[in-house]
């Protein structure tokens, strides 16, 4: 199949497109509803907070949002990562300031009163090809040492939206439903080995005619596809990191004379792979 050219500079994801644009609200909307099972019907409740073009290290916080005086961190990943807590930390700490220098309250943080904030509600929607739960709950404290209680804690819930996962959710968001439809048949597709415009146009014919999420792809087809690829990249390269990783492990362990099959169950490396790394 012919490699496709990928837009180094087309940095959102359809996640974003779809659910954290100023001109999408209701879709928003309709997700927060779902997953807090509250019934807001006034897009006006909620404003947009996400920090464009702010990136550290690397990364970018999806969608940020408050709303009922909480502020909310949504974030889609098709690759699972366990220091989601650590990367919310950051991006709360961003959201935050910027919360108190456009409320005007900077130097109120040095008053002997409390400064009221909205209160974080830290979301991650999953929909990668390995096997996560419908629900799981990522800690900061997971990534101290073992038998360490540090200060600050970090709870991060993370939600497996693959088509046919979590169907009580989906059910309740249709926008959500017809995301995770059309993400799981592009996935598909692809690996069938279809361009991704033409995945892109076959998986739309999945969706309703009067579907919201259908109308907003089509209006931006080429532009989806350049989200998706650019997430298939950013896939690729996570996933090669964490291989590297691995592998270095494998190396240090078989140094150490562990035996193959403890370390292929550890590292999740085939015994032929870790003979070739001897």
């Known amino acids: 199949m012919k490699k496709e050219s990928i837009n180094r500079e087309y940095k959102d994801r359809l996640f974003k497109y779809i659910f954290g644009n100023e001109k999408h609200k209701n879709l928003t909307l309709s997700l927060y509803n779902a997953i807090n099972n509250t ?38 990943q098709s690759t699972y990562n366990p220091n989601m807590p650590l990367r919310m930390l950051i991006y709360a700490g961003q959201l935050y300031d910027k919360y108190l220098q456009t409320s005007g309250q900077n130097d109120d943080i040095y008053d002997d009163d409390i400064v009221p904030i909205p209160y974080p509600k830290l979301i991650v929607f999953y929909n990668g090809d390995r096997y996560q739960p419908n629900r799981k709950v990522l800690m900061l404290s997971q990534a101290f040492k073992e038998g360490v209680k540090g200060d600050i804690q970090v709870r991060v819930t993370m939600y497996n939206v693959n088509y046919g996962r979590n169907r009580k959710l989906l059910n309740s968001c249709r926008p959500l439903s017809d995301y995770s439809l059309f993400t799981t048949d592009v996935r598909e597709l692809t690996r069938q080995g279809y361009f991704m415009e033409e995945a892109v146009e076959i998986a739309l014919k999945s969706l309703h005619e009067d579907s919201e999420v259908r109308k907003l792809i089509e209006e931006n087809k080429a532009g989806v596809a350049k989200m998706i690829l650019f997430e298939y990249d950013e896939k690729a390269v996570l996933e090669s990191k964490e291989r590297k990783a691995k592998e270095k492990v494998a190396k240090k362990l078989l140094e150490l004379g562990v035996d193959l099959n403890i370390i292929s169950q550890s590292t999740e490396i085939p015994i032929e792979k870790l003979k070739e790394l001897k």
Not at 45 to 56: H, K, L, R, S
Not at 61 to 74: G, K
């Open 39 to 76: 019934h807001y019907d006034c897009i006006d409740d909620i404003e947009i907070t996400t920090i464009e073009n702010a990136v550290y290290m690397g990364m970018r916080n999806d969608i940020s949002f408050i709303i009922a005086d909480s502020m909310n961190l949504y974030e889609q």
